[in-house]
């Protein structure tokens, strides 16, 4: 079952603004991976990260995974439209890389 | 790379027939894939783990006998929901590990675009 708290639920934020979720867990993971799906399609990933307190970008897009190995954060910088979608983190732990995921943070941006 | 398919993309069929969903990594050999199954607003629910060449593990409360499972090769997993019922419409996910990525990306799942089930 689902053990991630994934926060916020949902943003209304302007065109500009900076975006950040993060994700919490009761279990300790050895991969975060965030993941952006728009409506009708798969997930996408987005960052992967390996060990505790790695921070890693692509674009404008930040994560780090936690140093406790229980949590990890998502920032979007200076967000546009096409960043529109679901934004959902998820953690593994097991050798078959079998992922949990958490609820999701649905984005909006106006312009 | 990391490119995963679906086929179909969408199927509508009525109460009782079987449906078959296929998944295939495209650019590289996945051992393991992952079927999913989302709801509207709702996040991903992992039905089964599907290991080529052996036997899928289903997730606690899924059928085995109404969601069968075949990884028959390194690029190809086959869904197949049998006597579907409108209450298996969902959107249906399939993902893949590239396992000759190394031992820490492996860890990655690439995701097909999904397929969506409808059932009358």
């Known amino acids: 079952g689902q053990q991630l708290n994934q926060s916020p639920q949902s943003m209304f934020i302007q065109e500009g603004e900076d975006v950040s979720m993060n994700c919490t867990s009761s279990?300790?993971?050895?991969?975060w991976l965030w993941y952006k799906q728009e409506p009708g399609e798969g997930p996408v990933l987005l960052i992967a990260?390996?060990?505790?307190?790695e921070l890693t970008s692509n674009g404008r897009l930040t994560a780090q995974f936690g140093i406790t190995r229980k949590d990890s954060f998502l920032n979007i910088s200076a967000s546009i439209p096409s960043d529109v979608g679901i934004y959902f983190c998820?953690?593994?732990?097991?050798?078959?890389?079998?992922?949990?995921f958490g609820a999701g943070t649905q984005v909006v941006v106006t312009p | 790379g990391a490119v995963v398919s679906q086929h179909p993309s969408w199927v509508i069929c009525k109460s009782g027939t079987s449906v078959k969903i296929e998944c295939r990594s495209l650019?590289?050999?996945?051992?393991?894939m992952f079927w999913y199954r989302q709801f509207p607003k709702q996040s991903l629910m992992l039905m089964a783990t599907?290991?080529?060449?052996?036997?899928?593990?289903?997730e606690q409360g899924v059928e085995k006998d109404k969601f069968l499972i075949n990884h028959a090769s390194l690029t190809l997993s086959t869904l197949t929901v049998t006597s579907a019922h409108p209450e298996d419409s969902s959107f249906y996910i399939c993902?893949?590990?590239?396992?000759?990525?190394?031992?820490?990306?492996?860890?990655?799942?690439?995701f097909g675009p999904g397929t969506r089930l409808t059932v009358l």
């Open positions: 993902s893949a590990r590239d396992w000759a990525s190394g031992s820490i990306r492996s860890n990655e799942q690439f």
């Open positions: 650019d590289f050999q996945a051992t393991t």
């Open positions: 599907s290991n080529e060449g052996s036997k899928a593990t289903y």
């Open positions: 279990s300790i993971f050895n991969t």
């Open positions: 990260l390996y060990k505790a307190g």
């Open positions: 998820a953690g593994s732990t097991d050798s078959w890389g079998k992922l949990q």
